[in-house]
């Protein structure tokens, strides 16, 4: 178990190893104490899978899906949390597919993904 805290000693986050998915959670709160986010993280710094958002009052606001592809972090899909805890389907944020090398013989071809941030 890890933990960090800032300078005036309030918990910013802990950090565990999981050991039903080999992964580490991270946990992170808000200077009151609540909690701000959690989710699970791998080399350190990368979030992958579904994350969990909190408002300082600790309700759940909306839920984060992470993709690590070719070492990197990308933002899958968004879950907003309704007033009534229904909740809204936002998408991905990520385009531009390119394609490689369809044209070359013996009759094979593959993919290759380049997904690209779209920011507002």
């Known amino acids: 178990m890890y933990f960090n805290k800032n300078k005036k000693g309030e918990l910013n986050f802990i950090r565990y190893w999981d050991s039903e998915s080999s992964k580490i959670k991270q946990v992170e709160y808000f200077p009151n ?27 759940l606001d909306f ?14 899909q968004v879950w907003k949390i309704g007033d009534s805890g229904d909740t809204l389907y936002k998408g991905s944020k990520y ?3 390119k394609r490689y090398n369809f044209d070359r013989e013996p009759f094979s071809w593959s993919c290759f993904f380049t997904f690209t941030s779209l920011q507002r």
């Open 95 to 97: 385009s531009d597919i």
């Open 33 to 59: 104490g609540v909690v701000k986010k959690e989710g699970f993280i791998i080399d350190k710094i990368l979030k992958t899978g579904k994350w969990n958002f909190y408002n300082k009052k600790g309700k």
């Open 63 to 76: 839920i984060r899906e992470y993709k690590i592809i070719r070492g990197k972090q990308y933002l899958n």
